[in-house]
């Protein structure tokens, strides 16, 4: 009775939605669970809703995403921890987000393929957790993540090196292989020369031996590392300087460049006086151009029509050639006038009448320069040796092997056709050369040097002293 008595006052006292009072147990029983538990269960399950989780009763953390990352990349990265990645809170996500572009970034610069740097990371995860044993086993997950499966783990120096196989092949690290074999050689080495210097040890004191050697060994390949690494590094730092001052030189150079242009700007031309035009403005430059197209036009017509050993008659075609330009300069110029208002081309600036007047002549010159090549080409075409050179390229062309069985076939004929076509083009263009060449040096002789003084000594000391000379020396 005094048990259905308390029962009955704790239930009166109790308010009807009261977890505590519906819990309430029979004196003896034990109960499955506590009510203070039942109501901390009951302020998570409130709290879910607000991203709060009360951990141990002392501390509130934001609960991590549930889902993956939205950047594909990191998607396909992370996916072999999807489950661990619901155990990180927020911040922990970040940084796990953070580690993993770090390893993307510097994969896309190891990998032939950028693209594959997702799944390779993914590759690496699954195999970390396989040497794990599964993502049951692993009780810190942040740490597991950032410190062990995301991070390469290199055996040799070889960027492209995890745990001994390429990131870029998958196959076996070669570099690896070396490291391997030259321990190898070296304990094999050291093994020998204990057994031929101490003869006689016993095993165990041989194979202490054998390590402290090894040890030995392996301080001084620590050492010749670090000192070449120091010395990389001044080598590094020496570069940087002398990359330095040469930027600051190109700068200098840049400087000058920049003041020399700014003073060639400013002086006038040479021909006419225009005041800011670099030394030669763009007029008095096309008629330049456009004389010297005419003169080049004569001597290309001289190639082919007169004697290049004759001056008067390389002289005579060079003046009929510029007759002949200087009506076609004068007929353009007269048509380009009836096409443009007068008016509108006084507007345009003092200086524009002349302007394209020379602008007509160079153009005119150049068209007719171009015009007299290709016909110089064409007579030279004609010449005797262009069409020997044609007739013995149709003939080597026929001469090969498969044309022999079928000379007359429209395949045979039409390569012999071709490279006789091209043997006549060479040799003329050939001609062409070497005729102006000729007639460049008849126009412009080259000053004659003086001989060397060891040929002009023997004549000097030869010569007798003058009088005035010769008092000197008496």
């Known amino acids: 009775m005094r048990e259905d008595q308390a029962s009955n006052n704790e239930t009166a006292v109790a308010e009807p939605g009261s977890q505590v009072a519906g819990a309430d147990p029979l004196r003896g029983e034990k109960p499955t669970k506590s009510p203070v538990d039942k109501q901390q269960a009951g302020s998570v399950g409130v709290g879910a809703g607000a991203r709060l989780t009360v951990v141990g009763g002392r501390k509130t953390q934001r609960q991590g995403r549930p889902e993956l990352p939205a950047d594909l990349d990191l998607r396909v990265a992370l996916t072999p921890v999807s489950w661990l990645w619901t155990k990180l809170n927020r911040w922990q996500q970040d940084r796990v987000v953070d580690v993993a572009k770090a390893e993307l970034a510097q994969l896309r610069t190891v990998l032939e393929w950028p693209t594959q740097a997702p799944s390779v990371l993914a590759v690496r995860l699954t195999s970390r957790l396989d040497e794990t044993g599964g993502e049951a086993l692993i009780a810190r997950p942040y740490g597991w993540i950032t410190h062990r499966g995301l991070v390469r783990r290199p055996s040799c120096s070889d960027v492209r090196c995890d745990d001994g196989v390429r990131i870029d092949t998958g196959a076996d690290c070669d570099n690896c292989d070396n490291i391997l074999h030259a321990r190898r050689a070296w304990r094999v080495r050291i093994a020998a020369e204990v057994d031929q210097e101490l003869p006689g040890l016993e095993t165990d004191a041989r194979f202490r031996e054998i390590e402290a050697r090894l040890r030995t060994h392996a301080e001084a390949e620590a050492a010749d ?246 008092e000197v020396t008496a």
């Open 225 to 470: 590392f670090v000192s070449r690494q120091a010395e990389a590094q001044q080598r590094a730092a020496q570069r940087a300087a002398a990359r330095a001052e040469a930027e600051a030189q190109a700068a200098i150079v840049r400087e000058r460049a920049s003041a020399d242009a700014a003073v060639r700007q400013a002086m006038a031309c040479q021909d006419c006086g225009r005041e800011r035009s670099a030394g030669l403005c763009e007029t008095c430059d096309h008629r330049r151009q456009a004389e010297a197209l005419i003169g080049e036009a004569g001597l290309l017509a001289a190639t082919w029509s007169a004697d290049p050993t004759s001056p008067a008659a390389v002289a005579a075609v060079a003046a009929e050639v510029r007759t002949a330009i200087e009506d076609a300069i004068a007929t353009s110029w007269a048509q380009f006038q009836e096409i443009t208002d007068p008016a509108a081309l006084a507007a345009a600036g003092p200086d524009a009448v002349e302007d394209a007047a020379a602008h007509n002549a160079f153009v005119t010159a150049e068209s007719a320069a171009a015009d007299y090549r290709h016909e110089a080409l064409v007579m030279l075409g004609r010449s005797t040796q262009a069409q020997a050179e044609a007739r013995k390229a149709y003939a080597t062309e026929l001469a090969k092997p498969w044309h022999q069985a079928l000379p007359d076939s429209n395949d045979a004929q039409r390569a012999a056709t071709e490279a006789a076509a091209k043997a006549q083009t060479r040799t003329a263009e050939h001609l062409l050369a070497v005729r102006l060449e000729q007639l460049h040096t008849q126009a412009h002789p080259t000053p004659a040097r003086p001989a060397p003084w060891p040929q002009r000594l023997p004549e000097l000391a030869a010569r007798p002293l003058d009088e005035e000379a010769l």
